[in-house]
């Protein structure tokens, strides 16, 4: 894995175009600590930072093709290079090395734009055509490795990630209002926006053309182009799932460095170590983490399965304060808030896994391509919902789901009558949007100063699920197959991916995800969610792949999720923290939030009166985020911590 950057500019650079191209590589060292370097010719100035994982003496970068009119810098893998690259070698193409990325230039040179469609992995690159003065930008097809660019006085520049692109003179930090709006309910900026103004992020499965007349983003490949089969017979899709993700597993095995796995005790990653353990000569090297807290830990189920698999297991144990004086530095990291607090134990996850390989293989995709959340389930009786009249909705069921929640004393049974209770008036597309968020419309809007919300009326977050509910043909897809493609299309690459590529490399770990291959992705989406959620059981058609082949206590438990003491932490020993980043003179005068609001919640926070752990989660990273890249000079190197 690595880190590009790059400047285009059609009217030849300039000396601030040359001057900037060295910091804008060198902040990107974390991503690639094994080498960098820079390439400039008249137009354009390529940056790129090498973790060296496949031929390790030769694929330095930046790469030409033989006569160095084709150039690339890359981020990420091709698993099918060799097939590629043996075609390549006999249509005349002379390789100078081992390396994925050489195959670009050639495929480039072949194919034309099409190559991109052949290409099987994990993958951000620029690729940059002398002759015709064209640079092209890629990213895979489910966003796995990040790409940002921006246009800023007539030069076009991109990134690995958005803090190279602010060392650049010419771009301006302004934080677009409408972005922020969005990250308060979904956890993440939707679509091709940042919280940057002017800055944008390349599309999962696009590429696009600079130097031509539509230099706007192209999709290549569509998930919701696959349609889903309506017959299938149990036994046989079985077995050509695991034949398929066994496959996948064995393909991201590549690589001339050690190669372990991430292993929670769920049953997505216990698959993969499985299946790890069946392809590899030697003990898989398997590596957990846990916390003070037992409320959070899943260390047991971990350890159950690395015993079962005889892995190499390392378990690390992390307290509440070693996370926390992470946070600023992740915030560096992200480049934008990051409100997902599961990134502060994958990040130390993967500082730890670092410490003993270079590439470690995840279980991420399957709660979002097998239905994984229990919310598809109780989702499924509300959306039945949606044929009675919105009136009885709201005058009957409301009441009726209200009052039972007051007649349950197991906290979470009476947290999911309250949630039943508070989303049957809604429409689809807004209880989608409800599960997900910490704010809701409601609460947003007394959270805003005056000022911020006259700005934001009328921009309803819930209309971006819309626009994908409308577009999505109910005839070929249920309901709950339409939510889990709009969670493959949404959720994953914006908010998950964008976890795991900033938690591991900032420590400079390669993370790949076998459940996210083109073909495992393209066989679960045409498989009916009918196949994976039976009742109250979610992950079905999963969990019959492997009943033989996981341990019945991993089948069989309840979800647990990847999540963090919040309410604990910021009632104890981040309280002061808290109060002083939240409700300070710096925090008023950016003039985006109610302080009587905030102070509200931090006073039923610390009463006890109700958990705002998540909702303060994101505020403090909102506030870090404003003081690392919106105060003083661009942020070249990494805050201090807490």
Known sequence: ?????????????????????????????????????????????????????????????????????????????????????????????????????????????????????????????????????????????????????????????????????LLHPAVPRRLDAHSLHH?????????????????????????????????????????????????????????RLQKVIREAVRRRLMGDVPVGAFLSGGVDSSAVVGLMSQLSDQPVRTFSIGFDDPEYDETNYASLVAKHFRTDHTEFKVTSSELMECMPLLVWHCDEPAPDSSILPTYCLSRLTREHVKVALSGDGGDELFGGYERYVADRYLHAYNYIPEGVRRNLLVPAFSMASHSVSENLARKRLEQMARFSPMSDAERHLNWLAFFTAHEKNALYTPELAAELSGYNSADVLQYYYDRFDSNNRSFTDQQLLIDFLTYLPETLMMKVDRASMAVGLEVRCPLLSKEVVELAIATPASLKIKGATTKRLLKQTFWNFLPPEILYRRKQGFEVPLNSWFRGPLREVLWDHLTDARARSRGLFNLVTVRRLLNEHQNGVRDHGHKLWILLNIEFWHRIFMDGAPPASRPALV
């Open 1 to 165: 894995m690595c880190g590009i950057c790059g400047i285009f500019n059609p009217n030849g650079l300039d000396d601030a175009d040359r001057e900037a191209i060295g910091p804008m590589t060198a902040v990107l060292a974390h991503r690639g600590p094994d080498h960098s370097a820079t390439r400039l010719d008249r137009f354009t100035a390529l940056g790129h930072t090498r973790l060296s994982i496949v031929d390790i003496e030769g694929g330095a970068q930046p790469m030409d093709n033989e006569d160095g009119s084709v150039r690339t810098v890359f981020n990420g893998e091709i698993y099918n290079f060799e097939g590629l690259r043996e075609d390549l070698i006999k249509r005349g193409h002379t390789f100078k090395s081992r390396s994925d990325t050489e195959t670009l230039v050639h495929a480039y040179e072949t194919y034309g734009y099409d190559f991109v469609f052949k290409l099987r992995g994990m993958f951000a690159f620029a690729l940059w055509d002398a002759a015709n003065r064209r640079l092209i930008l890629a990213r895979d097809r489910v966003g796995k490795k990040p790409l940002y660019y921006t246009r800023a006085q007539g030069r076009f520049l991109f990134a690995s990630e958005i803090k190279s692109l």
């Open 183 to 239: 990250l308060l309910s979904f956890q993440n900026v939707p679509g091709q926006d940042t919280v940057f103004h002017d800055i944008k992020k390349l599309p999962p499965a696009h590429y696009m053309i600079i130097g031509v007349g539509d230099s706007n983003p192209r999709p290549y490949w569509s998930a919701s182009s696959i349609k889903v089969e309506k017959f299938y017979q149990a036994r046989e899709d079985t077995l």
